[in-house]
């Protein structure tokens, strides 16, 4: 199992460009969610999906929008990038919640927006 | 908000036991409590789950009171390399949906 990936590792973006970060599992989860951490802070939780068609707003969540169309891939786009949303951007997969489900984690998408 | 509190930062020297300690007061009947580790630029690694009493792994023990209210994670023998950020977490289930939301988590800094 390659466990959950995350691409790209690094991206630099202007001020107003949109990108997609993308995140793919191959453990069969359900769920899946993506995180942002600004240095030195903890982990906001962006959006979250607990199955394919599935997708919620997590605590920040302006900004992105998220798709889940599959069981494997759960993309977040940002829609036009602005200078706040410098951050590294973290995916997890857990195969339900709840439980003694555990989330593991992706290497992260290091962003920074000019 | 099933949030999660703990104590912002600890230190500790080489070979001594740290015990971290987390309050959950809403955390849900059918809930684990789970805590991660996390080493600068690296996603969080798990360590240890529990749901009750008590658990142990080969890196660390989870203490868990009866009413469930809080966690203590504890680390035996700590070195330089436990140098790192701690989270505890539970679910949360305050707008309908469950998902998991970080509190601030612990940074420990274990000194020579």
């Known amino acids: 199992n390659a466990g959950v990936t995350q691409t790209p590792k690094f991206q630099v973006l202007k001020t107003g460009q949109s990108m997609t970060l993308q995140c793919a599992q191959d453990?069969?989860?359900?769920?899946m969610s993506w995180y942002r951490q600004d240095p030195g802070m903890g982990l906001r939780l962006i959006h979250y999906?607990?199955?394919?068609?599935?997708?919620d707003q997590g605590e920040v969540p302006n900004g992105y929008n998220v798709s889940r169309s599959t069981t494997e891939d759960f993309p977040l786009r940002l829609l036009s990038a602005a200078p706040s949303q410098t951050s590294v951007y973290f995916c997890a997969s857990s195969y339900r919640t709840g439980g003694g489900n555990t989330q593991y984690f992706g290497p992260g998408t290091r962003l920074t927006v000019l | 908000l099933a949030k999660t509190t703990q104590p912002i930062s600890m230190d500790s020297y080489e070979g001594q036991e740290v015990n971290i300690t987390c309050s959950h007061n809403n955390i849900a009947t059918n809930d684990y409590i789970t805590w991660y580790q996390q080493f600068p630029s690296q996603g969080p690694r798990f360590i240890i789950q529990g749901y009750k009493t008590k658990v142990t792994n080969e890196v660390a023990s989870l203490f868990i009171p009866a009413d469930r209210k809080s966690s203590t994670l504890s680390l035996p023998r700590v070195s330089l390399s436990d140098t790192a950020v701690y989270y505890c977490l539970v679910g949360d289930m305050a707008s309908g949906t469950y998902k998991y939301i970080f509190g601030t988590g612990t940074r420990l800094k274990v000194l020579a």
């Open positions: 453990m069969n989860h359900e769920y």
């Open positions: 999906s607990v199955g394919a068609g599935i997708t």
